[in-house]
């Protein structure tokens, strides 16, 4: 059910999604920033760290669709969606707070199980903010090119989320501002979580919904929940069996593999092949990458990408895209130079193109 039937949806309601945009952006932004400090500073093995980073991905593909099938078929006087996006982000907001309250005087094993359980409820909290939430933004209007404005308005506003994460590598590890990194992710995490959640909470709070109260909706119950799931499972065999649909699942698993491998090991190789170790003497350079980057992708990368999409069509400017991007990744092999941290920034417009 659209929450406007009108073609034009306000300004405002589009703005009030795009903040929720940002706090959907920024947690998991900020996430991989902080992660750092697990191997940095609190000693965790590569397997702590691997299980850590694999139980997210597991966690979300039972629950994603489970909560899809909730807030589908949700009765209520608020809508199918506001009441989820509400109390995801306040238990996102406390979650992250406290899973980030780890010590060094305590044993490695005891911060990771401390941090494993935190985070579980916190990717519970995600995921029952983010599921609602993507949806509520389909739901706005029914005029196709109106979703189109309302998802690149999000988008663009989500997209800062990437700007600002990276430059809390500057903050945590300069010792004019925190003693250490563990110190640093404690303090950080209170003025991080509180601000997104609020962000989070704002699309709740101002974008309107109309009762479900009376709709024949399928009854929420662990029957019918258990059904869904199985359903998915099915629709996704079906899908498979698409040559094409195929082809693209592919094509996702290797892009997103390149990139995320890149980004998770950007702040030990330049930490560790540029500047011998010493996160400190990195300063900016770490920061750099991601904001740089990110802003690339905003202002150069989508704007060239959805003008080849016009003028070539989708599949040749994508084909295109990642050429450029292999150059980039290739580029980036011989630019992370000791001595010349400045030389990798000529890689990044292409690395973007990914």
Known sequence: MAYSTSTKVP?????????????????????????????????????????????????????????????????????????????????????????????????????????FSWSALFYLGLTLFSVPYVAMGYEMSEDFHERTNIMAIAQWIGQW???????????????????????????????????CAVCAIVPALFIKSKSTLNEDYEPLTLNNIGGSFMKIIESFKEAFKIKEFKKLCISTFFIFNAFNTVASLTFF?????????????????????????????????????????????????????????????????????PGKPWMYIIALPFFSFG
Do not use: H
């Open 161 to 195: 989320a990437w700007v600002f994460a990276p430059l809390f590598w500057i903050i945590m590890y300069d010792e004019s501002w925190f003693p250490s990194a563990d110190v640093a992710a404690r303090e950080l995490a209170i003025w991080v979580a509180i601000p």
């Open 11 to 115: 300004m405002a309601q589009k703005i009030a999604f795009g903040i929720g945009m940002f706090a959907n952006q920024m947690f998991p932004a900020i996430l991989g920033i902080f992660m750092v400090v697990l191997v940095e500073d609190l000693k965790f093995t590569g397997l702590l760290w691997a299980m850590i980073y694999l139980f997210p991905r597991l966690f979300d593909a039972i629950t994603d669709p489970i909560m899809g099938f909730i807030s589908d078929n949700t009765k209520s006087k608020w809508g199918r969606r506001r009441q989820y996006v509400l109390v995801g982000g306040i238990v996102m907001g406390i979650a992250y707070i406290f899973m980030w309250q780890l010590f060094k005087e305590n044993s490695v094993q005891y911060n990771f199980w401390y941090f």
């Open 269 to 337: 190789v330049i930490v560790y092949k540029l500047f011998n170790g010493n996160a400190g003497d990195a300063g900016i350079w770490v920061s750099m990458f991601g904001c740089l980057g990110a802003l690339g992708t905003t202002f150069l990368v989508i704007p060239v990408v959805a003008r080849m999409s016009k003028k070539f069509g989708k599949k040749k400017a994508f084909m295109i895209s990642q050429f450029i991007s292999i150059i980039g990744y290739v580029m980036l092999y011989f630019l992370f130079i």
